[in-house]
């Protein structure tokens, strides 16, 4: 079974600052990694796929990047929209799909 | 646009079965690319995938709830089902439907319906 860790469990940041997001697999991934918002009370929303690609409609200020077992997601230039909860998901070994545990980003 | 739309009872009790339905609206079950998938969300908790049916039928499933789940499509309706067995107060949850895209990652969901398991 692969296990997906995202740290840390909250991140306080400020609006107009930037985050910085971790997802770690326990065993390499390659690049089939994806990104999820979810806000309070929404169903989840893709962000990121690859590891880099952005999903349609989503602004330049995310980004994403790593592969093999690492992986960041970056949001610069918070804006209040953004303080949600993220998750990250592999698909490298499909049909199986784990997901981490999620990142809190509060306001700070 | 595509639409995802879960419907089904908000309780449940222990050892029965949990039925829900995905409507998809604005598109076709019966896309070559699109897998439609079940996850859940229990309260305060992260995401689990549960299985996805292809419209031709193909199927797959989370090992840890494979002995409990079926899945199946209905394409003249433009459907998806899941019927999770022998429900337990764990089941209690947030059901998504949501479309895996060409098996990958999961591009479009539902809102959700939470399910409560009670007697």
């Known amino acids: 079974e692969i296990v997906m860790t995202q740290s840390p469990a909250t991140l306080s940041v400020s609006p107009g600052e930037r985050a910085t997001l971790s997802c770690r697999a326990s065993r390499s991934v390659s690049s089939n990694l994806a990104w999820y918002q979810q806000r309070v009370g929404q169903p989840p929303r893709l962000l990121i796929y690859s590891a880099s690609t952005r999903a349609s409609g989503v602004p330049a200020r995310f980004s994403g990047s790593g592969s093999g077992t690492d992986f960041t997601l970056t949001i610069s230039g918070l804006q209040s929209e953004d303080f949600a909860v993220y998750y990250c998901q592999q698909y490298n070994y499909w049909p199986m799909y784990t997901f981490g545990q999620g990142t809190k980003l509060e306001i700070k | 646009q595509v639409q995802l739309h879960e419907s089904g009872p908000g309780l449940v009790k222990p050892s029965e079965t949990l039925s829900l339905t995905c409507t998809v609206s604005g598109g076709s079950v019966s896309s070559a690319t699109s897998y439609w998938s079940w996850i859940r969300q229990p309260p305060g908790q992260g995401l689990e995938w549960i299985a996805y049916?292809?419209?031709?039928?193909?199927?797959n499933f989370s090992p840890s709830l494979q002995s409990r789940v079926t899945i199946s499509a209905d394409t003249s309706k433009n459907q998806f089902s899941l019927n999770l067995s022998s429900v337990t107060a764990a089941d209690t949850a947030v059901y998504y439907c949501?479309?895996?895209?060409?098996?990958?990652?999961?591009?479009?969901w539902g809102q959700g319906t939470l399910v409560t398991v009670s007697s």
């Open positions: 949501a479309r895996l895209n060409s098996g990958y990652f999961f591009d479009l």
């Open positions: 049916v292809f419209y031709s039928g193909s199927t």
